[in-house]
């Protein structure tokens, strides 16, 4: 089992920058790959950005490249979203997801709300 604590949501106006982290515990020495998803109301989940645990390997949704960097600390098992130039259309819950164990199972934190008023 992983356990994953969100913080950092909030709100922000369009340009601005928010730092969204993200806290694991349990087995985290299981954990393959690990990202950010987001979702608006009527719509589905979507992918941000992954990270490969014990890797370099990164992918961003084409619309935040160059604006949103994940990253991580292997020693506080925490992972970041830097998100700068945020624009209104990246309003949504954020939720930080894992990948571990031999089935690699997903896991979810509990969602943080991101708002970029125009």
């Known amino acids: 089992q992983v356990q994953l604590v969100e913080s950092g949501g909030g709100l922000v106006q369009a340009g601005g920058s928010l730092r969204l982290s993200c806290a694991a515990s349990?087995?985290?020495?299981?954990?393959?790959?690990a990202g950010w998803y987001r979702q608006v109301p009527g719509k589905e989940r979507e992918l941000v950005a992954r990270?490969?645990?014990?890797?370099?390997?990164?992918y961003y949704l084409d619309s935040v490249k160059g604006r949103f960097t994940i990253s991580s600390d292997k020693v506080k098992n925490t992972m970041y979203l830097q998100m700068i130039s945020l624009k209104p259309e990246d309003t949504a819950i954020y939720y930080c997801?894992?990948?571990?164990?031999?089935?690699?199972?997903?896991?979810w934190g509990q969602g943080t709300q991101v708002t970029v008023s125009s």
């Open positions: 349990g087995r985290t020495g299981y954990i393959y790959t």
């Open positions: 997801n894992a990948q571990a164990g031999p089935g690699m199972n997903n896991y």
């Open positions: 990270m490969v645990w014990s890797g370099d390997s990164t």
